[in-house]
């Protein structure tokens, strides 16, 4: 009986956060849009490089929703979807509710592999000004995004 | 495969079984060192389970739909319900003898926690907040800061060692456990301001478990007394 409570509740519990209509398509970016973007910005940046496609990407989603919440007015949280279809890219913002996160398509993966990035999800931290200060591949923790952005607010450009 | 954080776990379950082992004989019972491990191990795995489905559910991730990311342990494990996740299997497992098995298994768990936080330097997950004390590690960008993982796991190394003499000397049932309850969420809440987080995290549930332990332990102090 208390497991099919717990089951209920899981299933209950819907992961949907805002309508998918609400979400425009993405603008495509290139490897020379973001550097001209990091080079402009006098905030530190977070670029996180997903794709819905990405098993790993669902688990650090919500994270990135928190942080951008809690530091959406110190940084710059930019996501850049690689690889991917705009439907599912999408589906992906509406479903996570990422929509405060400014996102752009890259169905090459061509910005990953112009910054060094290896595979996805892939996380570069920039200072202002776009000196990248470290970089985490692989599937972001709490600590890690948070250390992450510490370092950048903390970092001079 | 998370190689680092595979390390980090190997590093806690070989500190819980030197911790067994180093107690067999002593403080327990030789013949039941196997079944307090397989206790503890069978706990820790179905903790850790647990609290990686209350990270996924407060994160809006329904685990019905995608089961297969209960395995990605690095998404975040909610630390509270993975000790009480944790705590309730191993109360089902040891239920015929709860406060002998918990009290037996208590400072050796302590022990396999200390491993965990030593792990860090596998997991890359040792620095805390800004500190301009001596021993302060440098981050990526050149800032000192705490160690917070190996403060973590020098406090439980020594209570592994206090609890460890403590049930050595005379104690009552239940004194050992509850103590070790009371270590583990002190721990959590005295270094929570040092490790960087979304967030404050879950403080008032530490404060809530030392005072738990705490309680528990005074329990059964009166009634070991009244009793002895």
């Known amino acids: ?157 | 495969m998370e190689y680092g954080l595979l390390a980090a776990a190997l590093m806690a379950v070989a500190c819980l079984w030197l911790a067994l082992r180093f107690e067999a004989g002593r403080s327990n019972p030789s013949d039941q060192t196997a079944r307090l491990w397989d206790a503890a191990l069978i706990a820790a795995i179905a903790g850790l389970g647990i609290g990686r489905i209350g990270t996924m559910v407060s994160g809006g991730v329904n685990p019905l739909s995608h089961p297969l990311d209960v395995f990605i342990v690095r998404g975040g494990v909610d630390t509270v319900v993975a000790s009480a996740g944790a705590l309730a299997v191993f109360a089902l497992i040891a239920r015929r003898d709860l406060p002998g098995m918990a009290d037996a298994v208590a400072p050796a768990a302590l022990a396999g926690l200390a491993g965990w936080h030593a792990g860090c330097f596998t997991r890359g997950a040792c620095l805390g907040t800004p500190s301009d004390l001596p021993w302060a590690i440098a981050g990526p960008s050149g800032i000192g800061r705490h160690p917070v993982e190996v403060y973590a796991a020098v406090a439980l190394a020594l209570a592994w060692l206090a609890l460890t003499v403590i049930r050595r000397r005379r104690s009552y049932p239940g004194i050992a456990a509850s103590l070790a309850i009371a270590v583990a969420a002190g721990v959590r809440l005295a270094t929570q301001s040092m490790r960087p987080a979304i967030g404050d995290g879950p403080v008032w549930w530490y404060a809530l478990g030392v005072a738990a332990g705490l309680a528990a332990a005074a329990t059964a102090w009166v009634l070991g007394r009244r009793r002895a």
């Not at chain 1, 996180?48 to 919500?62: K, T």
């Not at chain 1, 530091?71 to 439907?87: A, E, K, L, T, Y």
């Not at chain 1, 479903?95 to 090459?108: A, K, N, R, V």
Request: aromatic share 8%; charged share 20%.
């Open chain 1, 1 to 157: 009986m208390l497991v099919a409570a717990a089951l209920a509740l899981i299933a209950g519990c819907s992961s949907s956060t805002i309508p998918l209509d609400s979400v425009p398509e993405l603008p495509a970016t290139t490897p020379a849009d973001v550097h001209l973007l990091l080079a402009g910005s006098d905030r530190p940046i977070v670029l996180n490089v997903w794709a819905s496609w990405c098993g790993p990407c669902r688990s650090e989603a919500p994270l990135l929703r928190s942080a951008e919440t809690a530091w959406g007015d110190q940084v710059r949280f930019i996501g850049v979807d690689v690889r991917d279809s705009q439907d599912g890219a999408r589906r992906f913002i509406a479903e996570y509710g990422l929509e405060e996160i400014e996102h752009y398509f890259d169905p090459t993966g061509a910005v990953p592999d112009d910054l060094g990035g290896f595979g996805v999800p892939v996380t570069f931290f920039f200072a202002p000004g776009g000196r990248l200060v470290s970089m985490h591949s692989g599937v972001l923790d709490e600590r890690t995004l948070a250390l992450g952005v510490d370092e950048i607010v903390r970092s001079a450009p």
